[in-house]
């Protein structure tokens, strides 16, 4: 019952973590999305002023944005004009000292320049364009003093002439805008105030999964936890905000709001593959020559015999014991396969050797003997071949031929380590074997040259894809 409840308990936190992790991805992907509407609203403000004035309206105390109050006091004189006509007429004293007005302006906005705050130097060449196509001049201003007189007025009508403005002029000047400056330099922006709500959320949620895990897993210490999953404070940075893609991404795939793995998979497919290729030159290259140069310097053969200088892994000699297992399986399970070939052979060298001994020819002198069966040589090489492998199999299953083996493995080792550490030995040894190494480096290098780091790579991911 309390093993049931503890299962019950387990697959209720797996539950409510997966639950969480994928709550958590999409705030910071939420986050995000505000993140990237935030850094692209100043490029895209006159579309969005265009297309949905309202979110303009919402938005812009957010990026601390005030009207412009050149440009602002420009329009409310143009609207102040619209009115002053219908009422006055064209003729009109305020009529035309609105007009005035409106020039003088005209000419210290070109001057000014009231557009350089805003960073919006091509929407004051655009207004520039537009006037002096429209007027057929070379200059702005003169196209400006030729709007705002009552000659144009009269010519065209008032109507036309306002309708011009309003068409094409208005929405140009009403872009415009004033972004006041603090005390560092830097524009005023208060994304800052949403963003770091967000920030704190953050913040707890790598807090408190470290520490949950730290709680849980206390092989690996809480300031390590908060090391591999580094990524996870890109989420903290008030600047270089555009990194958070990657938290983002991982906590989406990890959580499996998204699966990424085709995409990552496409995105690094060639990469991959030749990089997987470099390194696989690399660390063989460099395992080889680490190879050659403990055969030279003498190492391997040290660590072989010097049992001081070798770091083992168990009690257990290992030497001892692949040598005793080989043994053992040599004459248990080898012998009594290649029984019938032994025993050939074993015909063959004793029939031989029996033929051309003394005793052989001693007999073959003797009268009647001459003619001894070829037989009974078959007989006797038969029954010493089949006596030599059951004898051998025979000693080693028994206790005392056992230890007669042993001692006989003892003194070949002893014997053989000797003959390795002679100086004359080692050095034809090592010579040899580091010329061995050369030719597997060269050879391997040269023909991975040849091969298709992709050909390779797609051949591993069609047996990833197998069945198990």
């Known amino acids: ?49 265009k297309r949905v004035p309202a979110l303009v309206a919402m938005y812009d105390p957010v990026k601390a944005i005030e009207p412009h109050p050149e440009t602002t006091y420009y329009l409310e004189t143009v609207d102040a004009l619209t009115q002053v006509i219908e ?48 007027f057929d001049t070379l200059s702005a201003k003169n196209a400006f003093k030729q ?6 007025f009269k010519t065209v009508g008032e109507k036309e002439a306002i309708g011009f403005f309003e068409q094409k002029i208005r929405s140009l000047l009403a872009s415009n805008y004033f972004r006041p400056i603090d005390e560092n330099g830097l524009y005023v922006d208060e994304f800052w105030r ?39 404070w890109l989420l903290l940075l008030p600047t270089w905000r555009w990194l958070r ?79 005793d297992r080989l043994l053992e399986l040599t004459i248990e399970k080898v012998l009594p396969e290649v029984k019938p070939e032994l025993e050939a052979l074993l015909r063959h060298s004793l029939r031989e050797s029996f033929k051309e001994s003394n005793v052989y020819r001693g007999l073959a002198t003797i009268p009647g003997v001459q003619s001894l069966p070829v037989e ?36 070949f080792k002893q014997s053989l380590s000797q003959e390795l550490q002679k100086p004359n030995t080692q050095s034809e040894l090592q010579s040899l074997l580091t010329e061995l190494l050369e030719e597997i480096k060269i050879n391997y290098v040269q023909k991975s040259a040849q091969n298709d780091p992709e050909a390779t790579l797609e051949e591993a991911e069609q047996l990833r894809q197998l069945p198990s």
């Open 245 to 323: 893609i990657i938290p983002v991404t991982a906590r989406l795939h990890q959580s499996r709001v998204v699966n990424f793995e085709r995409v990552l998979a496409q995105l690094t497919y060639e990469p991959a593959a030749y990089l997987a290729d470099r390194v696989s030159n690399f660390l063989l290259v460099r395992l080889i020559n680490q190879t050659q140069d403990s055969v030279k310097s003498g190492e391997v053969i040290k660590g072989l015999f010097d049992s001081n200088s070798y770091v083992k892994v168990g009690s257990a000699n290992k030497v001892d014991a692949i040598s």
């Open 194 to 232: 949403i963003d770091g709500i967000f920030i704190i959320f953050f913040a707890l949620e790598i807090l408190r999964k470290a520490i949950w895990r730290s709680v849980n897993e206390p092989d690996v210490s809480f300031g390590d936890r908060l090391l591999r999953r580094w990524y996870d």
């Open 147 to 152: 709007l705002w007189s009552q000659d144009y």
């Open 376 to 411: 009974v040589i078959e007989q006797l090489a038969d029954y010493l071949a089949a006596s030599t492998l059951e004898i051998l199999t025979n000693s080693y299953a028994d206790l005392e031929g056992r230890e007669l083996f042993n001692h006989l493995s003892v003194q």
């Open 1 to 49: 019952m309390v093993n049931r409840q503890i299962k019950t308990n387990l697959i209720e936190t797996l539950e409510m973590s997966s639950w969480w992790a994928k709550v958590v991805a999409i705030i910071a992907l939420v986050n995000f999305v505000l993140v990237l509407f935030n850094m692209s609203y100043l490029p895209l403000r006159d579309v969005y002023l």
């Open 87 to 134: 009422q006055e007429g064209i003729d009109g004293k305020s009529t035309q000292n609105l007009l005035n007005d409106l020039q003088s302006q005209s000419l210290t906005l070109l001057d000014e320049n009231p557009f350089l705050i805003s960073n919006k130097l091509g929407t004051l060449a655009k207004i520039k364009r537009l006037m002096r196509h429209h």
